[in-house]
DNA sequence: AGCAGATGCTAGCACTGCTAGACATCCGAG
DNA sequence: CTCGGATGTCTAGCAGTGCTAGCATCTGCT
């Protein structure tokens, strides 16, 4: 898993072939398939990896802000952050198929947790008579758009910030 | 490319193999290659096809709606219906490769038209003071994620609806 | 009539994910 | 102290991928 994850964030996805990961960890092909049903396995064990790690940082980004306004503007920043960091990961969770079940009674704990992690600090900004969930899965959609289309050079980088601003200008209710 | 197009409708990207495309239309692999440098520029080709689609689909849902809360929802639902619609499309205009430019001066015109659909209708509620591009984009990337999220299965499709009406109701301002 | 260019094909390369079957090695029962 | 079975690993290979080199054929001009 980590091999996978550092061939994929230094050369991409597809870089990480089969091949090519057996040949990093020392094994022959088949190794793998000993361990995992197949690459889609390989991307779902990266993307829960990264899941766990992106709660914590979204967490940790929004316990030291004071006030619920600077707590979202914290939690974006840490979102789109993570995303631009960890661009493989990012892929894995959300880009690519890892096989994984979403917005079900059986997704793993790791990606309900980071779900778990955005709501925690949204609830309170989203406004009387708005559904929690509903004002958080929104939020969470601009963001990824944000994170994607960045990234895909669909946007252009240099008013990320401003982006990021205007957005919580806008969704939060304070 | 409208067997490429049709090909990846019906069973999605990973069907529209060279070989595939190329018996379908009843010739053999090389000939594609004398036509397109590759599988990229095909995708290309059928994002471009999608672009115009797009901003005609786009411009005609805000010429049939009055005043500007109206006109921002019904384009928001059509950007969201095209993309639920047309799911291979979606996917080469901004999930795959298609060896296109963006956010330069060398965008082809036809993606630089959709992102002008846009901006016709969002500029009358990006708000004093706010650069109406800048808002564009915010608006677009918050579309994408809700279009790209769901049809993933990230999102649950029951609310669509809700989750429309909140972004407009929060995003512009009227 | 003969040539040139356009147009198409067959065959094949290097790669992909994945698997069957053989081979070693080790551990515990008799 | 032997030996059967479990365990772990490997080599070799399959079917499929994007893409290309090189050869055939057909068409239209001189």
Redesign the interface.
């Known amino acids: 898993m980590a091999t996978a994850r550092e061939l994929a964030e230094q050369h991409g996805w597809d870089a990480v072939t089969t091949r090519q990961l057996a040949e990093r960890i020392e094994y022959s092909q088949p190794v793998l398939y000993s361990h995992f049903r197949g690459k889609r396995e390989i991307i779902g064990a990266v993307a829960l990896d990264g899941a766990t790690e992106m709660a914590a940082a979204l967490r940790a980004a929004t316990a030291a802000a004071a006030g619920p306004r600077a707590r979202v503007t914290a939690l974006a920043r840490a979102y789109l952050d993570f995303a631009a960091r960890n661009p493989a990961v990012y892929d894995a969770m959300?880009?690519l198929d890892g096989g994984l079940?979403?917005?079900h009674e059986d997704t793993p704990p790791p990606l309900k947790d980071a779900f778990a992690a955005l709501l925690e600090t949204l609830a309170e900004v989203a406004g009387d008579g708005?559904?929690p969930g509903?004002?958080t899965?929104?939020f969470?959609?601009?963001?990824?758009?944000?994170a994607?289309?960045t990234r895909?050079?669909?946007?252009?980088p240099e008013?990320a910030e401003?982006?990021v601003e205007?957005?919580v200008d806008?969704?939060a209710v304070l």
């Not at 969470?140 to 944000?146: F, K």
């Not at 895909?152 to 252009?156: F, K, S």
């Open positions: 959300f880009q079940a979403f917005a708005v559904h509903l004002f899965e929104l969470w959609a601009a963001l990824h758009g944000l994607t289309l895909a050079g669909r946007l252009p008013y401003h982006r205007l957005l806008r969704l």
